[in-house]
């Protein structure tokens, strides 16, 4: 499969989920456990990629599959990344309010690109750079509701933790991105066996992560398990169903193509998700929407495109003297 394909597949999926988890909403509020959801799609992950391996396991040669323990432990530390991002995500949202945290957030458009030439030693071209700057700013300048009144006003009045801790979530979010690449890329391993050792951690955490949700509350209410699937409908089944399958596609593209196209994936996925916004919960479009739009499809056409397409390189002229005979190899000006 094409990796812009699985993109754009990515892209409709990414943009869906917020909408699915706004619909799944009943007077403002959620009737199920939130915190299930995740745990579900991880489970749904698990058993995907496990059929999907049995299957490879049937074909001869079977697929490679690496054993050993100093590969297997490198497999929870995307998950304990993610479980500190967690937690910085909740501080820093103690020092800045809602729409200064998702204009904050974009900050991980560049230092994905970042570590992603640092730690994977991916080079990317001047044209390339200034692509992921462009993203950011489109991205940022669709969620800016206007300047002159207190959405500027707030952004610019939060305390220093809060740029800290936004920077810092920044940072966390492009390292688990990151070093799940590094991990899909490192052997010749299967997807599928790669992914489920990946989605058994990730089920163990946030199976933690509900026993602690437990232990804080003193069990008012029982074990998780005992309650796990109260509140859920067909809109809670599609939630977790689409956050799943998001996962599986991120894991394809972490295998097969990089971070910067995931990047892409989900910036256009929150692009998209505006602009449906507008047309199912009415929600009021803004100049600066539109801009942003334009910008990161400037942004995604420079990333992608061939140089040749987007700078006009001059011609090679013959010199007259030697227009008879063939100029040779080593005088022809390289474009």
Not at 232 to 260: C, P, R
Request: aromatic share 14%; glycine share 6%; hydrophobic share 45%.
């Amino acid at each position: 499969m094409r990796w812009y394909v699985v993109a754009s597949l990515l892209t409709v999926l990414t943009s869906s989920q917020g909408i699915l988890t706004t619909l799944s909403q009943s007077n403002g509020g959620y009737k199920y456990d939130y915190a299930t959801v995740p745990f579900l799609a991880e489970v749904f992950k698990l058993l995907v990629s496990s059929v999907f391996l049995w299957r490879e396991m049937q074909n001869s040669p079977p697929p490679k599959m690496t054993m050993d323990w100093k590969s297997v432990r490198l497999y929870p530390i995307p998950s304990i990344i993610y479980l500190i991002h967690n937690n910085v995500q909740f501080a820093t949202l103690t020092y800045v309010d809602t729409s200064t945290y998702q204009i904050m957030g974009n900050l991980k458009i560049v230092t994905t690109g970042i570590l992603f030439r640092l730690f994977l030693k991916r080079k990317l071209t001047n044209l390339q750079w200034m692509a992921i700057i462009l993203l950011a700013v489109g991205t940022t300048t669709s969620q800016v509701k206007g300047c002159g009144g207190a959405s500027c006003d707030s952004f610019f009045s939060s305390p220093i933790q809060g740029y800290l801790f936004g920077a810092l979530s920044a940072c966390l979010s492009a390292l688990a991105g990151v070093y799940t690449e590094f991990l899909m890329k490192k052997n010749n391993d299967s997807l599928y066996w790669q992914n489920v050792q990946l989605y058994t951690f990730g089920s163990i955490f946030n199976m933690g992560r509900l026993l602690m949700d437990d232990f804080r509350s003193g069990f008012e209410e029982g074990p998780w398990w005992q309650r796990i699937f109260n509140g859920y409908n067909m809109t809670t089944w599609l939630v977790v169903l689409n956050l799943g399958t998001t996962g599986l596609l991120v894991s394809w593209l972490m295998k097969y193509a990089d971070n910067i196209v995931k990047v892409y994936a989900t910036s256009m996925a929150m692009l998209l998700t505006m602009v449906l916004s507008v047309i199912l919960f009415n929600f009021k479009p803004t100049v600066q929407l539109f801009l942003g739009i334009i910008i990161c499809m400037m942004s995604l056409h420079m990333y992608f495109a061939r140089p040749s397409t987007l700078v006009d390189l001059p011609l090679t002229v013959k010199p007259v003297s030697e227009s008879v005979s063939e100029v040779p190899a080593e005088r022809k000006t390289d474009s």
